[in-house]
């Protein structure tokens, strides 16, 4: 059973950075390709970040030069370091893996 659970979301101020973790567990992070998504109230679910399992990366134009997504092997677990921070990064973020999606974490940036 494919589990992915989020961490490392919170308030920040504008221009702030927050790095989030997802720690997979019943696949292997590094053969598999995974995202981040993130989603407000009443819009739909949105690819912010993704990594292949040859480890290259894609980014939604609005967080390119910002954000980062990376993993961690050892640890299994998959990481999207956000720097930069404006408001309307403000979501609920989700970890992904195919139809698989983690719980999601908050981040709130406030001006």
């Known amino acids: 059973q494919v589990q992915l659970v989020e961490s490392g979301g919170g308030s920040v101020q504008a221009g702030g950075s927050v790095r989030l973790s997802c720690v997979a567990s019943g696949i292997i992070v590094a053969i598999n390709a995974m995202g981040w998504y993130r989603q407000v109230p009443g819009k739909q679910r949105e690819l912010v970040a993704a990594i292949t399992s040859g480890g290259s990366t894609n980014y939604a134009d609005s967080v390119k030069g910002r954000f980062t997504i990376s993993r961690d092997n050892a640890k299994n677990t998959v990481y999207l370091q956000m720097n930069s921070l404006k408001p309307e990064d403000t979501a609920v973020y989700y970890c992904?893996?195919?139809?698989?999606w983690g719980q999601g974490t908050l981040v709130t940036v406030s001006s």
């Open positions: 992904n893996y195919r139809e698989i």
